[in-house]
């Protein structure tokens, strides 16, 4: 990556690389009308696919629209800088170039922005800054003044509307990045979040702003209940937009809470978010444009922009392209499965752990026996399709670099570690176990009661170790809860990220400073280079057990979704607003884990079980 960006803008304003359809020079078919364009959670796939618009693609559209007559303004809801090698590779600068070049009016942060360091993030968001992009958030706050680090709030006029946009990001950053990557931080979190929300539009309406949007990283997960963009839809008022990422969830045409429009393209540039508002009627209307679709329609591509992703590109597949082993199986890493159930991914991941943790202290004489090894499903990004792997398959699979580390524990410490990240299973979790050298047993139908909140943490102790998670084995023995077990973990985990703040509380340490990646390849090395037969399945080291309870919303919900009617096995059931393969599966059979089948039978419908779309038809077999 060059010092290119000056001059490539520069270039840019000169000449914008595009064409546009034919018609007389004085046609304006959107005049008069405000578009934002919208993006989030990219994680670094800019370059243009079958499956990814691309950033290109993201600056065609607004040069299109612009063409068109209307005003465009450009927004992203976070995780934009971390994700694929592409902008791990240079720690996510390149990223905040790509935005910078497209002409994005204003970004909020999301919690894998933290994932490089805290100086990072400050360098990435300069390159925004610098190039005029607003960075907003308003619930992040400077622990030393007690005030937002990065601008609250920025006011955009056009002719005829005044817009407002104020930030937020998830306080589950957290521990959703590391711990001394956020120490310098604090995030406002539910009612303070909500308080601050109210206070940022009520300052916008008194700027005389017309339209007010909520540009948020907050997501619509079950475990982020509490903080969600929904629940804070029902709990501000005078928002009238919510640009909303963290959860990757795709909602086509907009969810109404209220009198508040939630709006999410899902993740990975497969689709980008349009909402046409009318300046004169204060109205809008949401949709999604799909890779797909808007190869076959518009089709413009800023080839400045264009030119800027392929250059960082090639000089990334020449430092990743070498090929050191193959798979002969798939490997399982889909987010919604990775992480709520065991998975061979996952087994071969922790297995590599405790290989290359064991190894390390033989080497260098530490007299420790590693018992087991735990890894954090939200730290598997991809699955692996049988074939090559090369460097660039491990990074795109383990994008953070962590570092691979010892951390000996009690028995009650290491129950309570499985407890707390299993707490909302069969609900997707990133902090969910993945084990080596364990084997426990995991029932859904107890209801986690949450005991005392972690320090710093959006997570709870489990009030009762035990009541969920029954641990049958470790290391081939019965489980003692009174003995000490070595656990190898990433340093994530061991800095206490996600769930796992037991891990800070260790009576031993160790960081043997070997990268994740590295740890795959000297495990898989140890296998020949070939990950076979051994890995084709799961290895049976979790077993989840029960029904979830159906769980009763505490205060009214501020929208009713519809009640699927059940259908006749063999049926089609078209996809509603709202609706993942888990609610799916739960409505129509009865259990949420049946999912997995649902998706096996329309895989030629469905590409990836965490992209569903309104309107999608699907074969429900029984």
Same mark, same amino acid.
């Given at each position: ?9 520069t ?32 994680h ?35 995780d934009?800088?971390?994700?694929? &090698?592409?902008?791990? *590779? ?37 390159v925004? &800054? ?39 990001? &998830?306080?589950? &950053? ?16 539910? #009612? ?127 430092? *990743? ?6 798979? #002969? ?19 071969f ?35 692996? #399709? ?8 491990l ?17 009650e ?67 003692d ?31 043997? #400073? ?20 051994q ?27 519809p ?11 078209t ?17 949420g ?26 074969v429900?077999?029984?």
């Amino acid at each position: 990556m060059k010092k290119k960006l000056i001059s490539l803008i520069t270039a840019a304003v000169m000449a914008l690389g595009i064409s546009v359809p034919a018609m007389a020079a004085d046609a304006k078919p959107m005049e008069g009308k405000l578009v934002v364009v919208h993006t989030n959670d990219m994680h670094g796939y800019y370059e243009t696919t079958e499956t990814s618009i691309g950033i290109a693609g993201v600056a065609g559209l607004k040069n299109y629209y612009e063409a068109q007559g209307a005003d465009v303004l450009l927004l992203d809801a976070g995780d934009f800088s971390q994700g694929s &090698t592409l902008v791990s *590779y240079y720690k996510g600068k390149n990223a905040a170039e790509y935005m910078a070049a497209a002409g994005y009016d204003a970004v909020s942060m999301g919690n894998h922005e933290f994932d490089y360091s805290f100086d990072a993030l400050l360098d990435n968001m300069k390159v925004l &800054t610098d190039a005029g992009v607003k960075v907003i958030d308003a619930n992040v706050i400077n622990k030393e003044t007690g005030k937002s680090y990065f601008d609250a709030n920025a006011v955009f006029e056009f002719d005829g509307i005044k817009v407002g946009v104020f930030g937020l990001d &998830t306080s589950e &950053t957290l521990t959703k990045a590391s711990p001394s990557n956020v120490k310098a931080v604090n995030f406002l979190d539910k #009612e303070e979040m909500f308080k601050e929300a109210q206070a940022q539009v009520d300052e916008l309406k008194s700027a005389g702003c017309d339209y007010i949007i909520a540009l948020t990283h907050l997501g619509v997960d079950e475990e982020s209940v509490g903080r969600r963009s929904t629940d804070l839809a029902a709990a501000v008022k005078g928002i009238d937009l919510i640009v909303d990422g963290h959860s990757h969830t795709v909602i086509d045409g907009g969810e109404k809470v209220g009198d508040t429009v939630i709006v999410s393209t899902g993740s990975y540039l497969a689709n980008v978010g349009t909402v046409v508002i009318d300046k004169e009627a204060k109205t809008e209307e949401a949709k999604l444009i799909s890779a797909a679709d808007y190869a076959a329609g518009t089709a413009q591509y800023d080839e400045t922009v264009k030119a800027l992703v392929a250059e960082d590109v090639a000089e990334v597949a020449e430092a *990743y392209s070498k090929v050191f082993a193959k798979t #002969e199986v798939h490997l399982e890493g889909t987010k919604q499965i990775v992480r709520s159930q065991e998975t061979n991914l996952g087994d071969f991941t922790a297995d590599a752990y405790l290989y290359t943790a064991q190894k390390y202290a033989d080497e260098h004489e530490l007299g420790v026996n590693v018992d087991c090894a735990i890894s954090n499903g939200g730290g598997i990004r991809v699955s692996v #399709e049988p074939g090559d792997i090369s460097m660039d398959t491990l990074v795109t699979i383990f994008p953070f670099g962590n570092n691979v580390c010892l951390v000996t524990i009690t028995g009650e410490q290491l129950l309570e570690v499985l407890e707390a990240s299993t707490f909302c299973t069969p609900e997707t979790i990133g902090g969910f176990p993945q084990v080596a050298g364990i084997e426990y047993k995991l029932d859904v139908s107890v209801p986690y009661e949450n005991g005392e909140q972690y320090p710093d943490s959006t997570y709870y102790a489990p009030a009762k170790p035990g009541s969920r998670v029954t641990i049958k084995s470790v290391n081939g023995k019965a489980f003692d809860p009174k003995a000490e077990y070595t656990v190898a973990v990433n340093n994530f985990q061991a800095e206490g990220g996600d769930t796992y703040y037991q891990l800070t509380k260790n009576s031993y340490f160790c960081d043997t #400073e070997i990268l994740d990646c590295d740890a795959l390849i000297e495990y898989v090395n140890s296998l020949g280079g070939v990950i076979g037969e051994q890995y084709k399945e799961p290895q049976g080291r979790i077993e989840i057990v029960g029904t979830a309870p159906e769980v009763k919303p505490e205060e009214e919900k501020p929208t009713v979704e519809p009640t699927p009617e059940v259908l006749p096995d063999g049926s089609i059931y078209t996809v509603i607003d709202g609706d993942t393969l888990w609610k799916i599966a739960k409505s129509q059979l009865g259990d949420g884990k049946l999912w997995t089948g649902i998706y096996e039978d329309n895989k030629a419908e469905i590409k990836n079980p965490d992209l569903i779309y309104a309107g999608q038809a699907l074969v429900v077999n029984k």
